[in-house]
């Protein structure tokens, strides 16, 4: 595998907010199964927080598509 797939993405506080987080990238070998709102914003982010629904132990990580891998962005 390459680098981490969000490898030089900024991330920000908040809506429209242009204070950048410190984030720490790391790579999970689980996954996890989230629950998100449909509303995004006009770059495709998610306008609401994304809240983890449960530990999906019936799949393993080489089944789910890194972002934009199966036609979609996340």
């Known amino acids: 595998m390459g680098g981490h797939p969000w490898q030089g993405r900024m991330f920000s506080a908040g809506r429209g907010s242009q204070r950048a987080l410190e984030v720490v990238l790391v790579e999970f070998e689980g996954v996890l199964e989230v629950a998100v709102d449909v509303?995004?914003?006009?770059?495709?982010?998610w306008r609401h927080p994304v809240r983890p629904h449960?530990?999906?132990?019936?799949?393993?990580?080489?089944?789910?598509?890194?972002?934009?891998?199966?036609?979609?962005?996340v």
């Open 39 to 45: 509303a995004r914003d006009s770059a495709g982010r």
């Open 54 to 73: 449960r530990i999906r132990t019936d799949v393993d990580v080489s089944q789910v598509p890194l972002s934009g891998e199966d036609g979609t962005s």
